[in-house]
């Protein structure tokens, strides 16, 4: 695609990259067959291409308008779209640096920036989002189903404020990322994680003061935010990369695919750039790890559920991971269903359940119904937020498959 991007843009790192990235993309169309908004909602403006389109010419200097903006909110950041490019377009990155500009240069009205500030300032805190959801569960009797559906209970083994894993002494010992939400409404992810990894002879570390991994931030267009909690992170585990730790295990999908996002995120910041690289070069998500380590299954429990595994888009295409989980639970025993459409996003993605409740619920209602098709006795995915937006509609239990696996060996 020939560009013509404005000259002040193009003597930034953002602008160079946006103008490499626009000229990889051929214009073909075949993105818009995987796209799920574009399925949803028919509008050329409402696909990759489209919207590819409308961030060339926002750098090209054409006038914003909050249409542009609409467009680019309806964009589940799913990247779909870049599995199935075949010129490598990369997407995600795009569509970050339009965001940003369109921002800058629109203004939301007083509910739309509330909402979208009070998510920032809300998710990323435990003790804060905790409090909510105590008041949301006292009150969830008298409140409307649509806000009731959205409430999560408390893991009641999750105690407060930090989880304690088991600990154990191994020569081996990885980090954890602790989580921000997961945390609260399901704490026996990382404790299913510890038990399974002892088994394998690996010691988890926990830090307590490191929540979030700032995702939240940086899908809502706070970029200076997101920077300031990857550099705490960074700065609070670096001694742990100096004593040698062998990886930083990411439990929530889209917390992994964050992480090794960090490098990119400070390549031009002279002081973090090598830290920000070695911690994206640590991080693993957990299923990366349990694939390259011999799983004790226990032979004699041969009467195992079966599962619908939903492979949440951070897993399949923003790491490219697709088809690891499900090995590791086939290899655990466990029965797999087929799911149709399984390269389709559930709806939750990040906060988009929240800012765009209509199309992220017929999302889910499609999924659900996919994943609930042949009949599984479990549904499990690897992403807290696809975890409990599915657990709103689904009639089976949802976990997380570490917990299959913590089950399965011995
Ligand atoms: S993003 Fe890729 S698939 Fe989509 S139009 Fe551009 S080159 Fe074609
Ligand atoms: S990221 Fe997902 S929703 Fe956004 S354009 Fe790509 S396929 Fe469509």
Same mark, same amino acid.
Request: hydrophobic share 35%.
């Given at each position: ?23 990889? %993309?051929?214009?073909?169309?075949? /993105?818009?067959?995987?796209? +799920? ?24 200097? $054409? +006038? ?13 950041? /799913? ?32 509910? $739309? ?16 989002? !905790?409090? #909510? ?6 009150? !969830? ?61 690996? $010691? ?50 889209? %917390? ?5 996002? &960090? ?49 949440? /888009? ?19 025993? &466990? ?50 937020? /696809?975890?409990?937006? #599915? ?20």
């Amino acid at each position: 695609m020939q560009t013509n991007l404005q000259e002040n843009l193009l003597k930034t790192p953002q602008g160079q990259e946006a103008n490499s990235i626009l000229r990889s %993309c051929v214009h073909c169309g075949f /993105c818009t067959a995987t796209c +799920p908004t574009y399925q949803l909602l028919g509008d050329e403006l409402d696909s990759p291409r489209g919207r590819i389109y409308l961030i060339k010419q926002v750098l090209e200097g $054409e +006038p914003v308008t909050d249409k542009t903006r609409s467009h680019l909110d309806r964009c589940l950041t /799913c990247r779909s779209c870049e599995t199935t490019c075949p010129s490598g377009v990369k997407y995600g990155r795009l569509i970050d640096i339009g965001r940003d500009l369109v921002e800058k240069q629109t203004s939301r009205n007083l509910t $739309e920036g509330f909402t979208r500030l009070a998510l920032r300032k809300i998710i990323p805190y435990p003790q804060r989002f !905790k409090f #909510l959801l105590s008041l949301g569960n006292i009150f !969830k009797p008298v409140l409307p189903s649509v806000l009731k559906d959205k409430i999560p209970g408390i893991e009641p083994a999750a105690e407060w404020p930090d989880i304690n894993l088991p600990s154990n002494n191994h020569s081996r010992k990885m980090l954890i990322l602790s989580g921000c939400v997961q945390q609260t409404t399901h704490a026996q992810t990382n404790v299913s994680t510890a038990n399974v990894l002892n088994k394998l002879g690996i $010691e988890l570390i926990q830090q307590n003061e490191i929540k979030c991994c700032g995702a939240v931030s940086h899908h809502l267009s706070a970029p200076n935010e997101a920077i300031k909690t990857i550099k705490h992170n960074i700065d609070t585990w670096w001694h742990h990369v100096n004593n040698g730790i062998e990886a930083i295990i990411v439990t929530a999908s889209g %917390c992994s695919v964050m992480l090794k996002d &960090y490098a990119h995120l400070l390549e031009n910041d002279e002081n973090y750039a090598l830290k920000a690289k070695k911690i994206s070069e640590l991080a693993k998500d957990i299923s990366e790890v349990i694939a390259s380590e011999n799983l004790p299954v226990n032979k004699s429990n041969n009467s195992k559920p079966t599962v619908s595994f939903h492979s949440p /888009c951070t897993l399949q295409h923003g790491m490219q991971l697709n088809g690891v989980v499900e090995k590791i639970l086939s290899g655990a025993g &466990y029965k797999l269903t087929q799911v149709k459409d399984a390269h389709l996003c559930c709806g939750s993605a990040g906060t988009y359940s929240i800012l765009q409740p209509r199309l992220s619920k017929k999302l889910l209602i499609n999924k659900i119904s996919a994943l609930q098709k042949n009949r599984p006795d479990i549904i499990a995915t690897a992403n807290i937020g /696809c975890q409990m937006h #599915l657990s709103t509609k689904s009639d089976k239990p949802v976990k997380h498959w570490i917990e299959l696996v913590e089950m399965a060996i011995c």
